[in-house]
């Protein structure tokens, strides 16, 4: 949500951050509104501050014996005004709120402008794309020669976009998840939470995700959300508290899985496991001071970095552009790892600061230290930590070998009860 003051104070500001993302101005609009809410409010108060005098004097005529007639019909008048006046502050308010509700996050001043994925900014490659003295299989290939990954049978269950992990693969899903939770909590100091995967409306608003990406998210008969990611129940964990400063950062990881209907996604990446209906995903999220949530950022994005080079993958650092970035995000980090059954990049984690965006829907505060020190809103962030199927995509294309088996990278043999190769029925 934004800040309404700060849209009073710099109007042009605002529709600058707009115009970053590719929106047209709305600061007149907003303001507009502000200026008929403001009003109501002020003749509301107005009308409560007679009330009072009013209820003073009639007090004054029935103890003294006066007559209090013409005193109580201007009363009721009164109230019948305050009434209106509050309705009409209350219906403007309510405008106010979901107009902003609908306006992205402005993009951080070092975001780089541009309409889309273009304009991203390379920040590092690291690690070297794997050769092969063979043409490398895309991973669909590999699970089908495996015997292991089923498209055709989950569609049967479920329809498309879905699949059936077996045996060695199953498996593989498990550790690559408990690896990865094993770092963050024991390593990097985040706390393990295992949250709900159905939230409700208020949970889904407060990170931004409705309404504007209702159509990308499942909802139950009841009005429940099926969480498209980890994030939402996560970031929620603070909604309504005013925490004390000596409490930050809080750093929460859960592994579950994520539900997206994809609405957006017609046509791409139909083939494996790229883009699905239900992934599981290792999530980081953090709740940070203002000016600490920068550095954050950066440790959240080497958190989620370091999975990636234990796991001995090629990848590399963008900076998204204003025009590429999510809803609630006013600078993101995405990582790609190298597929070289695609021959490409791709991206396997979104490490975001969103600022005091989602904060400010959540109500989520931080009294800084000092007795007079006012609460302020938190700066949240998450990123994947990572996206466990497309981390297993990955091992499977850059550590497979000719005759059709793949490695388990060192890093996850512990987890697979030393097993150091997935062979066809393994």
């Known amino acids: 949500m934004h800040d309404l003051r700060a849209i009073r104070d710099n109007p042009e500001a605002f529709d ?53 007639t013409e005193l109580m019909r201007q009363s009721g008048e009164n109230k019948a005004a305050e009434a209106e006046f509050a ?32 304009a991203n900014v390379l920040q590092r490659t690291v690690g070297q794309p794997r050769q092969f003295n063979f043409a490398p ?66 949970t889904a608003y407060g990170t931004g995700n409705l309404p504007k990406a209702a159509e990308d998210m499942f909802q139950t008969t009841n009005g ?8 939402m129940p996560l970031t929620n964990l603070v909604a309504g508290d005013i925490l004390d400063d000596k409490e930050l950062p809080l750093r929460f990881t859960a592994w579950t899985p994520c539900f997206r209907s ?13 883009r699905v209906h239900q992934f599981p995903k290792v999530e980081l999220v953090s709740i940070a001071k203002p000016e600490e949530s920068a550095a954050e950022h950066a440790r959240m994005t080497a958190c989620a970095e ?25 600078k993101t980090y995405d990582l790609e790892v190298w597929l070289p059954g695609q021959n490409a990049y791709r991206e396997i984690s979104s490490c975001s600061n969103c600022g005091a965006f989602q904060a400010r829907r959540m109500n989520a505060r931080y009294r800084p230290r ?29 550590y497979q070998r000719h005759d059709g088996t793949v490695t388990i990278p060192p ?14 029925h393994g």
């Open 370 to 398: 000092g007795e007079k020190a006012r609460p302020g809103y938190v700066h949240t962030l998450n990123g994947s930590g990572l996206a466990v199927g497309r981390t297993m995509i990955a091992i499977l294309e850059n």
């Open 137 to 202: 299989r895309p991973h669909e290939a590999i699970g089908d020669k495996l015997g292991m990954m089923d498209f055709a049978r989950a569609a049967k269950l479920s329809g498309s976009r879905f699949v059936v992990l077996r045996g060695a693969l199953a498996r593989l899903e498990r550790a690559i998840a408990q690896f990865m939770l094993d770092l963050h909590t024991r390593e990097f100091g985040y706390t393990e939470v295992a949250p709900p995967y159905l939230v409700r409306e208020e």
């Open 306 to 330: 370091e999975v990636l080079k234990r796991l001995g993958l090629a990848y590399r650092v963008m900076l998204l552009s204003s025009g590429d970035m999510g809803f609630a995000a006013q």
């Open 262 to 274: 994809e609405a957006g996604a017609a046509g791409r990446d139909t083939r494996g496991m790229i």
């Open 87 to 118: 309705r009409k502050a209350a219906e403007v308010r309510t405008q106010i709120d979901e107009l902003l509700a609908t306006l992205p996050n402005l993009p951080a001043d070092d975001v780089p402008d541009g309409p889309d994925e273009t």
């Open 224 to 231: 429940m959300w099926l969480i498209p990611t980890a994030e």
């Open 16 to 68: 600058r951050g707009l115009a970053r993302r590719g929106l047209p101005p709305r600061a007149e609009e907003v303001l507009a509104l502000d200026k008929d809410w403001r009003a109501a409010e002020t003749r509301a108060q107005e009308a409560q501050a007679t009330a009072n005098r009013l209820a003073r004097d009639i007090g004054i005529a029935k103890r003294t014996g006066g007559d209090a």
């Open 411 to 424: 890093a996850l043999q512990p987890y697979m009860g030393g097993l150091e190769l997935i062979a066809p």
